[in-house]
């Protein structure tokens, strides 16, 4: 199975930083990789696929980038309601599998 | 506007069954791969199993490949889990998904509220 490891675990940061997330897929996957963002309760949002592309009525300060083994998530000015757990996952080979999560806290 | 709307969870002793039922509305079900993720209490996401718009071939995780069954009546807009056997670690709130795309297994882009399962004794 392809496992997905994502970095850092957990980060605190306040509104208006600029977080980046990572992804690393233990065998190539080329852009077949999607972020979803989750909040507490709630099911999961998709926000980027194809590693790059922005899901319709996702903020643009949200990107994506990458391919192959490793990925990234990047929001470019963080805002209150962005607040959230993130999740990368792949979709290449079955099973498909989910990173383990990023928690974005507030500083 | 796409609407997942997951029932039939709740407490099952240990090597029991449950079926969970995934009611759809607001697009063709018919033209859509559908997807069964679980979140298990404080924990991350894991990809249950998946099936193909026309229900011709269902995939699996290696954790429930043969106690599980995906199934769908596209007459009723509606997809279901079959859960037997089941163990304390299938414990957790279970999402029905719709894919990004209409023959192909890629992404999750619409998905339920979820509906919890409980396995203990």
């Known amino acids: 199975d392809i496992q997905m490891t994502q970095s850092p675990s957990s980060v605190s940061a306040s509104v208006g930083d600029r977080v980046t997330i990572t992804c690393r897929a233990s065998?190539?996957?080329?852009?077949?990789l999607a972020w979803y963002q989750q909040k507490p309760g709630k099911a999961p949002k998709l926000l980027i696929y194809?590693?790059?592309t922005l899901q319709s009525g996702v903020p643009s300060r949200f990107s994506g980038s990458g391919s192959g083994t490793d990925f990234t998530l990047t929001i470019s000015s963080l805002q209150p309601e962005d607040f959230a757990t993130y999740f990368c996952?792949?979709?290449?080979?079955?099973?498909?599998?989910f990173g383990g999560g990023t928690k974005v806290g507030i500083k | 506007q796409v609407q997942l709307v997951e029932s039939g969870g709740g407490v099952v002793q240990p090597g029991g069954s449950l079926r969970l039922s995934c009611a759809a509305s607001g697009f063709i079900f018919s033209n859509y791969v559908m997807h069964w993720v679980r979140q298990a209490p404080g924990k991350g996401l894991e990809w249950v199993a998946c099936i193909r718009y026309d229900g011709t071939k269902e995939y699996y995780a290696d954790s429930v490949k043969g106690r599980f069954t995906i199934s769908r009546d596209n007459s009723k807009s509606t997809l279901y889990l079959q859960m037997n056997s089941l163990r304390t670690e299938d414990t957790a709130v279970y999402y029905c998904s719709k894919d990004r795309l209409a023959t192909t297994v890629t992404y999750s882009e619409n998905w339920g509220q979820g509906t919890l399962v409980t396995v203990s004794s």
């Open positions: 065998q190539p996957i080329s852009s077949w």
């Open positions: 996952q792949q979709v290449n080979y079955f099973p498909l599998t």
């Open positions: 194809a590693a790059s």
